[in-house]
């Protein structure tokens, strides 16, 4: 199982752990008050977990224990695009409101997960409309209509 | 929860057009819903904002990303709390003057606990009283705890000598006779079960903290609309409706609206930021 | 006996009719929220208060019903977290542990099952506790300050040991994580901002949902897209549904050590669930878990948590009605409908309103009984439902926990930080950290900083402080120990046996 490549992920993740570290701790050293209320101050915490992550990762990058298997460029490409899916409902709830963002994002996914598009599509709508009279007049959770309708 | 209420109220006295919408925009203590009203709503007439010292103390703290008390303009309150300062049963203090001897004479062994933050409102209504009767409020000492039933516990155990909290948070305690108030920071005596209570004012140090609810709208709305939300809120802050809502939510009477509030609020922005660079809080 | 006398006058409460159907639809109320990950009780909570006003219903009916959802959801909480790994609370974080390594396993079923008796038992040794010594516990809870609940802190972390899998140093950096997060937003000691590079949105600090439902949930959909493309079937059907004899006698002393242990700490103000769940989890790993099944699904492990978080619950009342302090969200929301219902906090409620103390503490009873006969029967639907087709349910739980991390502040923002999450989440799976321990960071790390900072604050900067108590030491003992003794125990085991 310990092939090059997967070590190598090991390495480049405590190498990022690394910098991740110094970058927080150059960020808590900032951390400047001429007020304060007792005598310990905002920066301990951050530079004590700061320094973890530089031990932490200094060791995995040096002596990597498990290796990584990475899965296949075609199922990382979906991933990828769920992650995109993901992303793009963030952006678009606000303007296309809850019930269009919801329906293509589940859509989406189940897609993705090896629904036929039809289905998948028909499922996510029946879903959104589901969900959005349970949280709306049930939760009484305010979701968003959408922008571009009301205007 | 004012919003609720006022937003029930709305409904009830036939001021509102149609449904309204209360929408919780938390989040840096109304410092996401300030920037919202400014950026995004800022010519919308029909948005409403809910506001307390909370949010004039940010401001005065500079902390809403350079937005400051211009770029809305502010409404109204209608109701309001008290600031009170308690102490433990068997306190040696029985009354604020016997307190600010003490406290003048070695600020460095009396610690104060609130429900907020450094420098939030149970901090400053410290510091202001303490500045007031001329002491230095760089060395008062204020320990923040997690709300102010914590800040109280911390006082039963004994663990700090002064409670500064709200005048509902102490009832419980006051009336199982485990905790006393020296003082309200109210203008007159409040009512209820602190009405005995002499206030700063009448102990000769002139200050109040008013725990105000109000409201403010966006900047760029019409003279007449700001005109129209005015007479709203005064309809609603003088219904018996609100008045029975406002004691359901433990709310003082206090009642101020239009330019006397944008006054008010004005000189309160510039108090807390004075007083937070007196204490080297801000540059 | 007083108290007992009182508590009985509370059933008399409790098992009026009214009050029986209020405490009943609470709970299948709060069940049915409990599920939907991440969204908690506290929206429930919230449009039923005002409902409550308006029907005017006696205050200690409207407290039935609303802590009737509370210990629904807290439950319905549970099935989402064993089935499908969405926790929503932090104490479901440790339950998912176990909890969702049984479902993997196809013992769904008995997991749903196990939360569901643990739950009952520690709110049954838990009520026992509150007849016994509610007035003598709400004097000591007072006399826990700073100084010791920081020793708290450093002996709930030592749970980080139990956590952490295989790899110390992989959960020691999870941890650290967990603790950086915590630190982002204004630091209430000195008014500054920590780590929010001027985003108004990250003043208020990382909320707990967006970032385990981007952890754990998220992840948990891009390792399932992983393993559906390599075309292996992701979750088992069901098996059995309920526990075995054995299996009861084999939790039972885990669920009872849970639930007095969950008791204690959920009567400090402040410290809650959270805290108990952790440490039960981590102490039970430490008594009974010989042969290293802790986090491969151990029944133990879904026991331990539920029965201290349970009982945590039920402690938490006596800090929340005798000083208001509310150890969580959803008890600060009861703890205004409290106020809104006329009731003042206060240590003369428990002699002044003996109805309502005791009735509420008898109902808490009822639901939990109720909590009981309604889930038992009904884990085997709920189990079913992970036969619904995979493209249809895991978008589904998806959209459903978006709703939930939306619902935090209303803004698509927190989407975008929950999907970041996500990947990070997904990447430390792959590279073998451990998640748990960030939740751990997370929680507890703003309670230690604040604690010692509070410590040091009221000592002038004299370290002794922190070890000026007899209650202060004990707890440094303890974390010493169970950081120090279980190396040494299993030093010695290794040797004698070659068995890992």
């Known amino acids: 199982m310990k092939d090059r490549r997967s070590e190598r992920s090991e390495r480049i993740a405590g190498v990022v752990i690394v910098v991740a570290g110094l970058a927080a701790g150059a960020e808590a050293m900032t951390f400047d008050v001429f007020f304060m209320v007792d005598p310990i101050g905002p920066k301990a915490l951050p530079l004590l977990a700061a320094a973890i992550f530089v031990l932490a990762g200094t060791i995995l990058a040096l002596r990597p224990q498990h290796g990584v298997i990475w899965p296949e460029r075609r199922i990382l490409l979906r991933m990828a695009g769920s992650v995109a899916a993901f992303l793009a409902y963030a952006g678009a709830l606000a303007p296309l409101g809850f019930f269009t963002a919801t329906t293509a994002v589940v859509g989406t996914l189940s897609t993705l997960f090896g629904a036929r598009p039809r289905y998948a599509f028909g499922a996510a709508a029946a879903l959104a409309t589901a969900m959005w009279f349970g949280f709306v007049y049930g939760l009484g959770l305010p979701l968003p209509i959408g922008d571009l309708w009301t205007r | 929860m004012t919003c609720r209420s006022v937003g029930r109220v709305l409904r009830e006295l036939d001021l509102s057009p149609g449904l309204v919408r209360t929408t919780n925009m938390p989040g840096a203590g109304g410092g996401v819903a300030y920037a919202h009203a400014v950026t995004r709503r ?70 104060v ?64 006779g485990r905790m006393r108030v020296l003082t309200v920071l109210a203008p007159q005596r409040l009512e209820g079960f602190l009405a005995e209570v002499p206030t700063a004012r009448e102990s000769g140090i002139d200050v109040d903290w008013i725990t105000w609810r109000g409201f403010f709208v966006p900047s760029d709305i019409s003279d007449e ?55 080297g809080l801000s540059r | 006996m007083d108290a007992l006398s009182h508590l009985m006058g509370g059933f008399a409460v409790a098992l009026q009719p009214i009050n029986l159907g209020l405490a009943f639809v609470g709970v299948l109320v709060g069940t049915f929220v409990g599920m939907l990950p ?72 008995p997991a749903l099952a196990t939360a569901a008796i643990a739950s009952f038992f520690g709110g049954t040794i838990s009520i026992f506790g509150l007849v016994l010594f509610a007035p003598l516990l709400a004097q000591w809870a007072v006399r826990f300050g700073p100084a010791e609940y920081f020793a708290l802190m450093i002996f709930a972390f030592s749970a980080l040991s139990s956590l952490a899998g295989d790899s110390l140093l992989r959960g020691l950096a999870s941890t650290a994580l967990g603790l950086l997060l915590a630190t982002v937003g204004l630091d209430p000691n000195s008014a500054i901002p920590r780590y929010t590079f001027g985003q108004l949105k990250l003043l208020d600090g990382m909320d707990f949902v967006v970032v385990t439902i981007g952890l754990f949930a998220v992840s948990e959909v891009l390792q399932l897209l992983e393993r559906t493309g390599a075309g292996s079937a992701a979750l088992q059907g069901y098996g059995r549904v309920m526990i075995s004899a054995r299996e009861f006698a084999h939790m039972f002393w885990t669920m009872l050590r849970g639930s007095v242990l969950g008791f204690f700490v959920g009567v400090l103000p402040g410290a809650g669930g959270t ?77 002044e309103e003996p109805d309502l103390f005791w009735g509420l503490a008898a109902s808490m009873y009822v639901g939990n009984v109720f909590l009981l006969l309604l889930n038992l029967p009904l884990v085997g639907v709920f189990v079913r439902a992970l036969r619904l087709p995979q493209w249809f349910l895991i978008p589904g739980v998806a959209a459903l926990s978006f709703v939930a991390v939306y619902a935090v502040n209303q803004s698509g923002f927190d989407l975008v930080l929950m999907t970041a999450f996500g990947v990070l989440g997904y990447l430390m799976r792959k590279l073998r950290f451990p998640l748990a321990p960030v939740i ?25 402080v922190l070890f000026d108590s007899p209650v202060a030491i004990t707890l440094w003992i303890m974390a010493i120990a169970s950081l120090t003794i279980p190396p040494i125990l299993a030093r010695r085991g290794a040797r004698g046996s070659a068995t890992r």
């Open chain 2, 225 to 279: 609309r700001y005109d129209e939300w005015v007479e709203t809120l005064r309809r609603v802050g003088q219904s018996p409706e609100w008045a029975e809502a406002r004691q359901r939510n433990r709310l003082q009477p206090f009642f101020l609206v239009g330019e006397e509030f944008d006054a008010f609020v004005r000189q309160q922005v510039l108090d807390f930021r004075t007083m937070a660079r007196e204490i």
């Open chain 3, 38 to 109: 991440g969204i908690g009780p506290i929206n429930a909570i919230a449009i039923l208060i005002p409902i409550t006003f308006a029907a005017g219903i006696p205050p200690e009916s409207a407290l039935i019903l609303l802590s009737g959802i509370y210990y629904g959801s807290q439950y319905g909480n549970s099935i989402s977290t064993i089935l499908l790994n969405v926790p929503g609370t932090a104490s479901a974080v440790v339950t998912a542990l176990d909890g969702h390594e049984m479902t993997k396993q196809g013992r769904g079923g």
């Open chain 2, 42 to 111: 800022a010519s919308d007439p029909n948005v409403l904002i809910a506001a307390s010292p909370g949010t004039t103390l940010l401001l005065a703290q500079n902390i809403y990303g350079g937005l400051t008390e211009d770029d809305v303009r502010w409404l109204g309150a209608i109701g309001a709390e008290y600031g009170v300062l308690a102490v433990a049963e068997d306190a040696p203090w029985s009354n604020l003057g016997e307190l600010m001897d003490d406290w003048r004479a070695d600020p460095g062994v009396i610690v």
């Open chain 3, 275 to 351: 805290i108990a769940s952790f440490l039960a989890y981590s102490t039970e790993q430490r008594i009974v878990d010989r042969e290293g099944t802790f986090g491969t699904g151990d029944i133990r492990g879904v026991a331990a948590p539920e029965a201290a978080n349970n009982a945590a619950a039920t402690g938490a009342m006596i800090p929340l009605l005798t000083l208001g302090v509310p150890g969580s969200g959803t008890t600060a929301v009861l703890l205004g409908a409290l106020l809104g219902l006329g009731i003042t906090p206060g240590p003369l409620l428990i002699t």
């Open chain 2, 113 to 176: 606990s609130g429900g907020s933050a450094a420098a939030g409102q149970d901090h400053m209504k410290v510091l202001l009283l303490v500045q007031r009767a001329g002491i230095d409020p760089r060395r008062i000492r204020y320990v923040p705890f997690d709300g102010g039933g914590e800040a109280m516990t911390a006082l039963l155990g004994g663990f700090v000598q002064i409670f500064s909290g709200e005048a509902s948070e102490v009832e419980g305690q006051v009336r199982a």
């Open chain 3, 440 to 464: 751990l960071g997370l929680v507890l790390g703003p309670l230690m900083e604040k604690n010692l900072r509070r410590a040091m604050a009221l000592s002038g900067g004299e370290w002794a």
